[in-house]
């Protein structure tokens, strides 16, 4: 069965940093593209970064871009989301998802096109 973990949250000051891990069990991480997204209350859920199927073509929102990094290893089976000089507007819960029809993260890093969701993991950006 799939499924994917998230863990790594918490609560952090502004510009300070967190790493996030999204631990897939069921499948190859490899194999499948693997996104990160986040829920800031009142709001709809956001492609924040995605890693592609089988090659390292990232994608990156334009607010998290030269802040934020996505990794994967393929050894352990988990994908990592390393967050530097965050900010409180990056406060959510933040949710990894994978899925195998994913074909270009470039275009296709929002919730319509991921179908297999962890639970999230809550982050919280304050002094």
């Known amino acids: 069965q799939l499924q994917v973990v998230e863990s790594g949250g918490g609560l952090v000051k502004p510009g300070g940093s967190l790493r996030l891990s999204c631990a897939a069990s069921?499948?190859?991480?490899?194999?499948?593209?693997i996104g990160w997204f986040r829920q800031a209350p009142g709001k709809e859920r956001e492609g924040v970064s995605c890693i592609g199927s089988r090659v390292d073509i990232t994608y990156y929102a334009d607010s998290v871009k030269d802040r934020f990094t996505i990794s994967r290893d393929n050894a352990k089976n988990t994908v990592y989301l390393q967050m530097n000089s965050v900010k409180p507007e990056d406060t959510g819960v933040y949710y990894c998802?994978?899925?195998?029809?994913?074909?270009?993260?470039?275009?296709?890093?929002?919730?319509?096109?991921?179908?297999?969701w962890g639970r999230g993991t809550q982050v919280t950006v304050s002094s």
């Open positions: 069921g499948f190859s991480a490899y194999d499948y593209a």
């Open positions: 998802s994978a899925d195998y029809d994913v074909t270009s993260v470039r275009t296709m890093c929002h919730p319509a096109y991921f179908g297999s």
